[in-house]
């Protein structure tokens, strides 16, 4: 057991003592990314079809490849189900029934940060992102600068710190402007990690995605600064179908982002997402999100459907990818953050805290499979259910037969709160080589009414006692989260719970 | 002064009375001793005091110095100043003994309407308090509780209690799972607490706690309610002649 030295035990006391003052802070309103903002948007015409795919591609000005790429990929969606082996129920979409593409009215090419439009620079101050350079994120002071992508519905307003980092040979920039910029880095990557016919929702995402980011790290390159995507979904009845490709070339290292929240409204809104990353020989991954879509009001109206496609492929000898997950939000999750180990002694780890409250369900985990020899995974999962929510782990472990020497660790833990919800733990375990050392740790607990009271006696409110044990329980994730990060989600886990006991 | 007049409290939607028209009084600076045998309602004595759920109080009150504790949610009468001492310490898995204590001790300072406490000065009271207890610097940075053997939990209780203050105590069965020298240094913490404006009642079932803290008065509970009391002595006869009489 590692023994942590005094100063880092300061700073998590000093997180968890701000973790209980945020909700307090907080109380009044639940979900305080609800708010809507009136901008004024345009539009493509409601509804699905190959004149809306050409209509998504010409708006954006896209080569004839891509525009190529769309058609085939909406033509085959045509021939695919919805699968169904997910334990999540969600009536019937109407794909008919939404708009594909939404995008704020720009008066004119924007030439610096001050030009963005002051509705949508509002929008993301209240959600306590700074679009300024010199700012940082959510006043934590002293905090390390964070680049950030902004997504707003279908399309990035902006990127900061373009510059700085160019210096540096990094590539930090929306989809859209890479198709533009960078199309052989594009087209080598773009598919090769999440195929165009992968599964439906990721089919359906190569035919009409709109927009999202763009990095490269060049070899050898160690990024200056947290990059980070911050995704907005606004305009009413408009499903968001961004796309991520990051590449880490040889012997780079790079720590993404990426956090979404949407407007609280009746209807179910749709996202449907695609994350490739490409990890080569030497180079390092991680990701983190925090992902707090609404989630629906009390009595399960309204909410994002959250069908995410996010995959790895740790292409290079002893490449490194890292999954870091916190999923309070959406009324349905589905979504398995997966690493291809590849390349020899590449490794794969995943952390990740999903939280259902009130009507939510989430089914999430992750795939590790074990291509390459000596290869190794990581995966630990909290899951944390309340009300009447269900949250499922589903996670598979494989090795291929020349897979040798793959080890896997894997522990998922359960917190029930109450007695109408549910946890379920669905692994998935093959493996081809007789080498392979995989493990397999579960537990279920319940959030006890004498840990409460004892908490209470010592003077905490119930609320505060239950955000106390349920940070306590996912203190192993929260961990790995990178430090301004780590603040917000923990009083996000004891926003997502309120309400969740008593 | 805790003031407890006519207590009566049930379990079970009314079907069990477990106290049954319990009265007694703790003066400030005085510390009384509850014995008795087992069902006799110790342990919900101390679980009503401090507002645990599952009790219904049918009819009676409950005051310190003059405030209604009854009216009180637990958390309320932990900043007003109740502290119980667990039978049985729960383990608090994930949040450090020192974190927990911290955020506790802020939660009722607040309540309370006072500042928080600095780092620097609850850092220090905690180092020196932990010294007199014998509980090593590490074991404060662990998750409460958790693989402590029994012995430690109850240290750590007197340790919170120390660091926590409180205007009154219960202590619920604190010598049970304590060795000889254990019991030694959790008696000289509980000593070290006994002040003029602060009263502490110590449930126990055997006398021998009691040799280390001298009590002011001794009761018996039997069926819900105070059979008898007395003096520090009276402990040691009812040790050797049981409950008995008092049934």
């Avoid at chain 1, 290869?375 to 996670?395: E, L, Q």
């Avoid at chain 2, 029994?150 to 202590?171: A, D, N, S, T």
């Amino acid at each position: 057991m590692d023994t942590p030295n005094t100063s880092d035990v300061r700073v998590k006391d000093g997180i968890e003592a701000e973790t209980v003052e945020g909700v307090r802070a907080l109380e009044a309103d639940k979900y305080k990314y609800g708010f809507d903002s009136d901008i004024e948007q345009e539009f493509a015409p409601k509804g699905l079809n190959e004149d809306i795919v050409r209509f998504i591609s010409a708006k954006k000005d896209e080569p004839e490849w891509l525009l190529e790429w769309r058609l085939e990929a909406y033509r085959r969606w045509l021939t695919l189900d919805e699968p169904t082996w997910a334990m999540i129920n969600y009536p019937e979409i109407d794909f008919q029934d939404m708009y594909y593409y939404a995008s704020p009215v720009k008066k004119k090419e924007l030439e610096s940060l001050d030009e963005v439009d002051p509705e949508i620079l509002e929008v993301y101050n209240k959600l306590g992102i700074s679009l300024k350079e010199q700012e940082v994120l959510a006043g934590v002071k002293g905090a390390p600068k964070v680049a950030v992508d902004a997504v707003f519905d279908s399309v990035s307003v902006v990127t900061t710190f373009k510059d700085e980092l160019a210096k540096h040979g990094v590539i930090f920039c929306s989809f859209s402007e890479a198709v533009k910029e960078h199309p052989e880095l594009v087209r080598k990557y773009m598919g090769s990690v999440v195929p165009v016919t992968d599964n439906y929702y990721a089919t359906l995402n190569n035919a009409v995605f709109s927009d999202g980011s763009f990095v490269y790290i060049p070899p050898g390159v160690r990024c200056p600064m947290e990059l980070s995507t911050y995704f907005r979904m606004n305009a009413q009845g408009t499903g968001q179908f961004e796309r991520t490709l990051i590449i880490a070339d040889e012997g780079s290292y790079v720590s993404y982002l990426e956090g979404c929240t949407a407007p609280m409204r009746d209807e179910n809104q749709l996202h449907a997402a695609i994350v490739e990353i490409i990890v080569h020989k030497d180079a390092e991954v991680k990701y983190s999100t925090v992902q707090n879509w609404w989630p629906g009001d009390a009595d399960g109206k309204g909410g994002v459907y959250n069908f995410v496609t996010k995959r790895a492929d740790c292409r290079g000898e002893n490449s490194k990818v890292s999954w870091t997950q916190v999923e309070t939000g959406s009324a349905v999750t589905w979504k398995y953050p997966s690493c291809i180990l590849r390349g020899d002694n590449s490794q794969g780890e995943f952390y990740s805290i999903a939280i259902t409250n009130g009507h939510q369900q989430a089914d999430t985990g992750t795939k590790m499979i074990h291509l390459g020899k000596n290869t190794a995974s990581r995966v630990i999962s909290k899951g944390i259910s309340a009300g009447h929510s269900n949250s499922t782990y589903r996670g598979l472990v494989s090795a291929h037969r020349k897979a040798t020497g793959a080890r896997n660790f894997t522990q998922c833990d359960s917190l029930l709160i109450g007695d109408q919800c549910g946890a379920h733990t669905v692994p998935y375990i093959e493996t081809g080589t007789p080498t392979a050392q995989f493990e397999h740790e579960a537990t279920t607990s319940k959030l006890s009414d004498d840990q409460l009271f004892y908490c209470r006696q010592r003077g905490l409110s119930e609320e505060d006692a239950v955000a106390l044990l349920v940070n306590g329980f996912c203190r192993d994730v929260l961990q790995k989260l990178p430090m301004e990060f780590a603040v917000e989600a923990q009083k996000l886990v004891a926003i997502s719970l309120e309400g969740s006991v008593g | 002064m805790l003031k407890i007049q006519n207590l009566t409290a049930t379990v079970d939607d009314g079907a069990k009375t477990i106290l049954n028209g319990l009265s007694l009084s703790v003066p400030a600076g005085e510390v009384h001793a509850i014995m008795g045998p087992n069902g006799a309602g110790k342990s919900t004595l101390s679980y009503v005091l401090t507002g645990r759920d599952g009790y219904d109080v049918t009819d009676g009150t409950v005051t310190l110095d003059g405030d209604d504790l009854l009216d009180m949610e637990p958390e309320e009468r932990a900043a007003k100043g109740v502290f119980l001492s667990f039978q049985y310490p729960l383990e608090i898995p994930g949040v450090p003994t020192l974190t927990f204590l911290r955020t506790a001790m802020n939660a009722q300072r607040k309540a309370r309407g006072e500042e928080p406490i600095s780092a620097p000065d609850f850092m220090k009271r905690a180092k020196s308090l932990a010294k007199d207890l014998k509980i090593k610097a590490e074991m404060l940075r662990r998750p409460l509780n958790v693989g402590f053997s029994g012995g430690e939990k109850k240290r750590m209780e007197i340790f919170q209690m120390m660091m926590l203050e409180p205007r009154f105590i219960v202590m619920d069965e604190t010598d049970s799972g304590l060795d000889v020298d254990a019991l030694r240094i959790v008696a000289d913490g509980v000593n070290a607490l006994r002040s003029p404006d602060r009263g502490i009642l110590i449930i126990t079932h055997y006398q021998r706690l009691l040799d280390y803290i001298v009590p002011d008065a001794v009761h018996v509970l039997s069926s819900g309610a105070i059979k008898a009391s007395g003096d520090a002595d009276f402990a040691k006869r009812l040790e050797t002649e049981g409950y008995d009489a008092y049934a």
